[in-house]
């Protein structure tokens, strides 16, 4: 493309200085000529701006020759300005395409990290299928504060979705914790409870350990919600330590899997006081069930009014979880006119009639 666009300073430098000879000597343009070497700067790498830039001295000693002025003093400061910009505009370049492979490295470095702490979930285990999506806040970021993690042991799957609170490495390292005491827990004879009373002790556990070296780790906690599904019954299992609850969709109805009892957020230290109790609701075939953070809810557009998240999830005709999560993606960036604010992650979970074979 860069290439294409190399017309444009060529043909300026044509023009003017076709202009400049066809011009009385007392009307010179070729000041105009050191458009074409900064033109080239914006959209071409050091070498063709370089190029571009001795085209148009080139352009001007012959101006200076059609018009006679080629050894006055005026001109002479004219070549040299000109020499000057181009040397600035191709220094520039240089120094940009630097910064532009540090930050190919940067990026490579945290898409790595971010697969290596975000699995992709699988689409299909047992009688579900499993769609999701991870939307961060930052145009250039590969990782934010959201987290989720499933697990699949005896015939049981668990789902995990969070948000880490907090800034920084502490946050990074937070939510490492979290999934690795989940994907630990989860793989072991643990009850629900059990489970969360692990990834609580290991979170704090962490935090404790960066409070000595970042005062910023005394601010993390992650809210986080974890979901049980077995096989065999048609159930969820859901514990809510301080996220937003689960939505099932079944048909054209949204319901609320709104536990009795909502835990404190992990990492406070509060959770071992009182052991969180899973709440139990029916979860039948055809039903999808769709675990999100807050940055979905709290998506605002221009006039500062939420996402209607059960609205949009209300409207489904027919979909399956990874097309309804698609198009829950599409009109979330439609409401906030394509500026996410917070790290978005949603999970669509659909029971089959039929598990897998």
Request: glycine share 8%; with cysteine.
């Amino acid at each position: 493309m860069s290439h294409i666009l190399l017309v444009i300073p060529i043909g300026l430098i044509v023009i003017i200085a076709a202009v400049d000879l066809a011009l009385p000597r007392s009307v010179h343009l070729g000041p105009l000529l050191v458009v074409a070497p900064a033109l080239t700067a914006s959209f071409a790498g050091p070498r063709c701006t370089a190029a571009i830039g001795a085209l148009a001295l080139a352009a001007d000693v012959v101006s200076g020759l059609g018009q006679g002025v080629l050894r006055s003093s005026e001109h002479n400061v004219e070549m040299l300005a000109l020499f000057a910009v181009s040397a600035v505009v191709v220094v520039f370049r240089v120094v940009h395409e630097r910064h532009l492979a540090v930050l190919h490295q940067v990026r490579s470095v945290s898409e790595i990290a971010q697969r290596v702490l975000l699995r992709p979930l699988p689409r299909r285990v047992g009688p579900l299928r499993i769609a999701s999506i991870y939307l961060a806040a930052a145009a250039e970021a590969r990782i934010g504060g959201d987290l989720y993690a499933a697990a699949r042991t005896d015939g049981v799957t668990r789902l995990l979705i969070g948000d880490v609170r907090g800034k920084g490495l502490p946050a990074i390292s937070d939510a490492a914790a979290s999934l690795c005491a989940f994907r630990e827990a989860s793989h072991g004879p643990t009850t629900l409870p059990e489970l969360m009373t692990r990834m609580e002790t290991s979170l704090c556990q962490n935090l404790t350990e960066h409070a000595e070296t970042d005062t910023d780790a005394q601010e993390c906690f992650v809210t986080a919600a974890v979901a049980e599904i077995p096989d065999a019954e048609p159930k969820v299992h859901v514990i809510a330590c301080g996220h937003p609850p689960p939505l099932l969709l079944r048909g054209n109805r949204v319901l609320t899997l709104q536990p009795d009892q909502v835990a404190p957020p992990l990492g406070l230290e509060l959770l071992t006081e009182s052991e969180p109790r899973p709440a139990t609701f029916p979860f039948e075939p055809g039903d999808i069930l769709l675990l999100y953070t807050d940055g979905v809810i709290e998506a605002r557009d221009r006039t500062g009014t939420f996402f209607d998240l059960p609205a949009h999830l209300g409207e489904r005709a027919g979909e399956d979880a990874g097309t309804l999560v698609e198009r829950l993606r599409e009109r979330l960036f439609e409401h906030v006119n394509g500026h996410l604010h917070d790290d978005t992650a949603m999970i669509a979970v659909e029971r089959l009639a039929t598990p897998e074979p």
